[in-house]
């Protein structure tokens, strides 16, 4: 099970000096999960280069379903 709770994103903290926390996060791994107010539990990705992979990937946005021209270029 996840801990969500390491990860405070909105702690006065993490906004003075939030180096420590990231590093921390990339060490986990490229995606970390977290739990939000309102939002509940979610996923954050903790580098740029998982930010990128992501928003290539047309399968990891529950917003838009992929088209299936758009699932053939990404390789699904």
């Known amino acids: 099970m996840f801990d969500e709770r390491r990860f405070d994103i909105l702690s006065p903290e993490f906004h003075a000096n939030p180096f420590t926390t990231l590093d921390r996060m990339r060490t986990e791994g490229p995606v970390v999960r977290l739990r939000l107010p309102i939002v509940g539990r979610t996923w954050l990705a903790a580098s740029h280069e998982s930010c990128a992979d992501l928003l290539k990937k047309a399968r990891t946005s529950r917003a838009i379903p992929p088209t299936p021209e ?7």
């Open 70 to 76: 758009a699932e053939r270029r990404s390789g699904y």
